[in-house]
């Protein structure tokens, strides 16, 4: 079984216009969210096998605050250009390239991307109906394949959807 968590970037400043889009850290909120999101998923009893984030700014502060609260090894996160503001299908060549762990019964991931090709992404691999995964929004998805490879759109189950204003 493999289970993937996609994870939106947490809240992003705009204090600098001059900023490239790219370049964007997080906001106080930001700041704040990403470490709750990352000790809701550490209650859980998340332990990745993969973590995979966008090589933007914001995405790898928000990755770099749940690798702690999951101690995870901030080395072994791998960092995929192609996550910057990808589309769906790219999103989904991404996970199907996730190597295999051989005698593993559940293979878990972590992905943190932008919107709005990850809410896409939510939805066509699990049927969705999610209008927006909001920032530092989380979804577990689950499915009966036994390698990435063969993950399509239509083959996962949402387990789990969850955003910081939810519980605020």
Same mark, same amino acid.
């Given at each position: 079984?493999?289970?993937?968590?996609?994870?939106?970037? &947490?809240? %992003? %400043?705009?204090? *600098?216009? %001059?900023?490239?889009?790219? *370049?964007?850290?997080? =906001?106080?909120?930001?700041?704040?969210?990403? #470490?709750? !999101?990352?000790?809701?998923?550490?209650? !859980?009893?998340?332990?990745?096998?993969?973590?995979?984030?966008? #090589?933007?700014?914001?995405? !790898?502060?928000?990755?770099?605050?749940?690798?702690?609260?999951?101690?995870?090894?901030? @080395?072994?996160?791998?960092?995929?250009?192609?996550?910057?503001?990808?589309?769906?299908?790219?999103?989904?060549? $991404? $996970?199907?390239?996730?190597?295999?762990?051989? @005698?593993?019964?559940?293979?878990?991931?972590?992905?943190?991307?932008? =919107?709005?090709?990850?809410? *896409?992404?939510? @939805?066509?691999?699990? =049927?969705?109906?999610? $209008?927006?995964?909001?920032?530092?929004? &989380?979804?577990?998805? %689950?499915?009966?394949?036994?390698?990435?490879? @063969?993950?399509?759109?239509?083959?996962?189950? !949402?387990?789990?959807?969850?955003?910081? +204003? +939810? $519980? *605020?």
């Amino acid at each position: 079984m493999k289970k993937l968590i996609i994870i939106r970037h &947490a809240k %992003s %400043s705009w204090d *600098d216009p %001059s900023l490239d889009d790219f *370049d964007r850290p997080l =906001n106080k909120r930001g700041e704040k969210d990403a #470490p709750r !999101m990352g000790k809701l998923l550490h209650e !859980m009893k998340i332990t990745p096998d993969y973590m995979i984030s966008s #090589p933007a700014v914001r995405t !790898m502060e928000t990755c770099r605050h749940i690798t702690k609260k999951l101690d995870f090894p901030s @080395n072994k996160v791998i960092v995929d250009q192609r996550l910057y503001h990808a589309e769906k299908e790219i999103i989904l060549q $991404v $996970v199907q390239e996730i190597p295999d762990r051989k @005698n593993d019964d559940e293979e878990i991931a972590l992905l943190f991307g932008h =919107n709005p090709g990850l809410t *896409d992404f939510v @939805n066509a691999i699990s =049927n969705g109906a999610i $209008v927006n995964v909001p920032t530092c929004g &989380a979804a577990i998805i %689950s499915f009966s394949r036994d390698h990435w490879s @063969n993950l399509k759109f239509g083959s996962g189950k !949402m387990e789990w959807f969850h955003y910081p +204003k +939810k $519980v *605020d």
